[in-house]
């Protein structure tokens, strides 16, 4: 029996630490959330010489978020690093302004900063213009990069109609510029029809032709056949 409950004690010493013990692990833990920045941190708990690491590391993450232009706590930078922040600041507005991406505040850009922008802004401007893009401005295009940007919207119509795209504007085209639409689209119809690739428009073939895809057809169906392809018409005729 008195083995019993030595045993007993010692295995409950083994599975439930000491008083001591668990003061350590829970400093460990401490010390850990204020190594990693998570969870409270009690300095109080801390060595000496960890609490002027500590207090070092936390400035120099702080420091990091500043220059980052993460949420930080500005009031702790040295006037040194406040300078370093306000230009790391700087230079991010004027990127943005720069870009058109992110939040632009054009009243922290100096003189100088305003007319490069500026410049920038009527650049970007008529490139989307020139290029089609929907945020294009008009109003700010001199006459001659209007004629321009015209010229270049009829050349972009004209390739849109021989290319087949829903863009098309067939009203826009000269009446050479709707003939030679006209033919381009007639052709594609009738190797549409020939293949079997595309849609087959059959109202714009005329009766030669209706009777040449026909003929076609015919001649090519055993080779759609013959692998089981789904173009196989098994109602024609074999050809001779």
Partial sequence: MKRFIWFSLLLGSLWYPTSAHASDIDKLQNL???VEGLGPCDRS???GVEVNQIASLGHDRNLLKCLSGYLCDHSSLTDVEAKEVAEAEHSRNLLACETG?????????TPSEHETI???DKDRNRLYCETGFASCDRSLLTDS????????????NRLACQTGQWICDKSALTAAEADEASRIEHER???ACKTGDGYCDK??????????????KQQRNPLFCKPGDLFCDRSLPTPK
């Fill in 45 to 47: 708990l801390l060595a």
């Fill in 32 to 34: 850990r959330n204020c």
């Fill in 118 to 120: 500026a410049k920038i």
């Fill in 189 to 191: 119809a009738l190797l």
């Fill in 203 to 216: 109202s714009l073939l005329i009766p030669s032709e209706t009777h040449e895809v026909n003929d076609v």
């Fill in 145 to 156: 990069e209007l004629a321009y940007v015209k010229d270049l919207e009829r050349q972009r």
């Fill in 101 to 109: 991406l992110g939040t632009c505040d054009e009243s922290q850009l």
